[in-house]
T-cell receptor, first 114, second 117 residues
Framework: NAGVMQNPRHLVRRRGQEARLRCSPM?????VYWYRQLPEEGLKFMVY????????ESGMPKERFSAEFPKEGPSILRIQQVVRGDSAAYFC????????????FGSGTRLTVV | AQTVTQSQPEMSVQEAETVTLSCTYDTSESNYYLFWYKQPPSRQMILVIRQEAYKQQNATENRFSVNFQKAAKSFSLKISDSQLGDTAMYFCAFMPPTQGGSEKLVFGKGMKLTVNP
């Protein structure tokens, strides 16, 4: 089992461009979470998805950010028209079910907006 | 809203010594889960230990143990026989009961632990 795979590991975008971050959950895991880690901060919840459904997006900024988890393929976090304040590490995590056991994190994508 | 506070931003310890990392949280819930995650320079978030609030017994995982004081809303992590590989950022995290089918983690700001040879 390869674990939670995120790519790319590093992503550099110019202001105004789009950033697409990918996450493949662990095999058998149907629950995907996205978190953002700003410099010198802990992780902050963004969104929780199951296959083809957004369950909780209470942590997502209202504009420019969107997420999907299609029936086939990885989960995608998309940031349109990036700004310098979007520079952060974005982590994906997955779990097989809701159980209170926490989940397995990927290694994150570090987004730098120049 | 639940909050998690890690008041010590940084600590250092000598190899083989014992160190305790502090964490407090605020919640009105009675059932919840608490976690300690480790983030080494590789940036990978690694689960260290987990505690269920309805269990009085403190969780233990090899060299890692917790002191869970529910009334005081305190959840400290003790690392025994510290090793160089324990050098990392450590994050305390709180998970409230499942709400609307979502299990969100609320993280503290983290604490940088350095183990010196």
């Amino acid at each position: 089992n390869a674990g939670v795979m995120q790519n790319p590991r590093h992503l550099v975008r110019r202001r105004g461009q789009e950033a697409r971050l990918r996450c493949s959950p662990m095999k058998g895991h149907s629950h995907v979470y996205w978190y953002r880690q700003l410099p010198e901060e802990g992780l902050k919840f963004m969104v929780y998805l199951q296959k083809e459904n957004i369950i909780d997006e209470s942590g997502m900024p209202k504009e420019r950010f969107s997420a999907e988890f299609p029936k086939e393929g990885p989960s995608i976090l998309r940031i349109q028209q990036v700004v310098r304040g979007d520079s952060a590490a974005y982590f994906c995590a997955s779990s097989p079910q809701l159980s209170g056991h926490g989940y397995t994190f990927g290694s994150g994508t570090r987004l730098t907006v120049v | 809203a639940q909050t998690v506070t890690q008041s010590q931003p940084e600590m250092s310890v000598q190899e083989a010594e014992t160190v305790t990392l502090s964490c407090t949280y605020d919640t009105s819930e009675s059932n919840y889960y608490l976690f300690w995650y480790k983030q080494p320079p590789s940036r990978q978030m690694i689960l260290v230990i987990r505690q269920e609030a309805y269990k009085q017994q403190n969780a233990t995982e090899n060299r890692f143990s917790v002191n869970f004081q529910k009334a005081a809303k305190s959840f400290s992590l003790k690392i025994s026989d510290s090793q160089l590989g324990d050098t990392a950022m450590y994050f305390c995290a709180f998970m409230p009961p499942t709400q609307g089918g979502s299990e969100k983690l609320v993280f503290g700001k983290g604490m940088k632990l350095t183990v010196n040879p």
